[in-house]
């Protein structure tokens, strides 16, 4: 109990300079093209401070995400998701950080994004690779699991709305599919491609999904 309130008060601090931070951006992106440019840079450094200097995540306290090479379609169609209240995180910074941020600059994110292809982060358990690649690649019949790769392509590089999964943190990959229906689709008024998912994760064994995760993080 005491530790829950130490972070807490913690977090609390960061959030609301978060959402004055955000409100300065969005102020910014309504101006002219130099002032846009401006909100611009100052979102993507603001980003950095989680996700990193080259965007491929963190792995601390809590798993954050590879951005770098990621969709532009899907960063979009995410950031508006948390707007809308159609995912949920266990982060309160995070959503302090996306409200507020307009329509062109959630778009400029993305393709900024989309561009960077670090090296991957190695933190995957490498006896579980061989697996996950076989799941990957041809599905598990037995649990009625698809092949991944049938939506997420070959190179786990994703389409469209369909993510990258390439090179994303094996903890983050094995948090959000063991937590999928807690964060995602959250407004049934506002189904998203997310749906889609929602059988496959639920069929998925937890040795599947960590053998999976293993297996992409390490995909470039």
């Known amino acids: 109990m005491g530790a829950d309130r130490d972070l807490t008060l913690l977090v609390l601090p960061v959030a609301v300079a978060a959402i004055v931070f955000s409100a300065s951006v969005h102020a ?23 996700h990193g ?4 995540g963190y792995r601390g306290f809590y798993p954050i995400p590879r951005l770098a090479g990621q ?5 979009e169609n995410q950031l508006r998701a948390f707007v ?6 266990h982060i309160p910074i995070k959503m302090a950080r996306v409200h507020g941020v ?22 995957a358990p490498r006896g579980l690779v061989a697996e996950g690649k076989k799941i990957y690649e041809e599905g598990a019949p037995d649990s009625n699991v698809p092949a991944c790769a049938a ?23 094995v948090k959000e599919l063991s937590e999928w229906e807690e964060e995602r689709g959250q407004d049934s008024s506002k189904p ?14 937890k040795s599947q999904i960590a053998a999976v995760a293993a297996y992409v993080s390490n995909l470039r």
């Open 102 to 123: 307009s329509p062109e600059l959630r778009a400029a994110l993305a393709a900024h994004f989309h561009e960077l292809n670090p090296r991957p982060i190695d933190d």
């Open 53 to 56: 200097a080259s965007a491929r």
């Open 192 to 205: 998203d491609t997310s749906k889609t998912m929602v059988t496959i994760v639920r069929n998925m064994t």
């Open 151 to 173: 939506c997420h392509g070959p190179e786990a590089k994703g389409e469209g709305a369909i993510p990258r999964l390439a090179g994303q943190l094996y903890p983050y990959t």
């Open 28 to 50: 910014a992106d309504v101006g002219s093209g130099g002032m846009f440019h401006d909100g611009l840079q100052g979102k993507i450094e603001y980003c950095q401070d989680c």
């Open 71 to 75: 969709t532009t379609e899907y960063i």
């Open 84 to 89: 809308e209240g159609r995912r949920e995180t």
